[in-house]
């Protein structure tokens, strides 16, 4: 993928600290290193005084991930949205 655009330093950390941020309350404890290091990542507050703040950081982190990690998988040589538009095959 570095060949192409998008490293998978730029992606990967995004994945991963999202994940962590989905370890915290109420499924694990907010103080695991991983919840912390989440949030300081995406510079959110800790605790979270607004959530409505810290969710849409969230989805826009998620979203720009999404979009490198498709356009390096098209440049690779993936399947266009028309291509794969209606099949099952690739599946």
Known sequence: MSQHGA???EIVPVLKHLNR??????VHGDRADS???AHEFFRL???VEDW???WRASLLNYLDALKKLL???RD????TETEDE???QHL
């Open 7 to 9: 490293e998978p330093a």
């Open 21 to 26: 941020l989905r370890q915290g309350y109420p």
């Open 35 to 37: 919840v912390l290091e």
């Open 45 to 47: 507050p800790y605790p």
């Open 52 to 54: 409505r703040v810290a």
């Open 71 to 73: 356009d390096a998988l």
């Open 76 to 79: 690779v040589g993936g399947p």
């Open 86 to 88: 209606g099949s099952a």
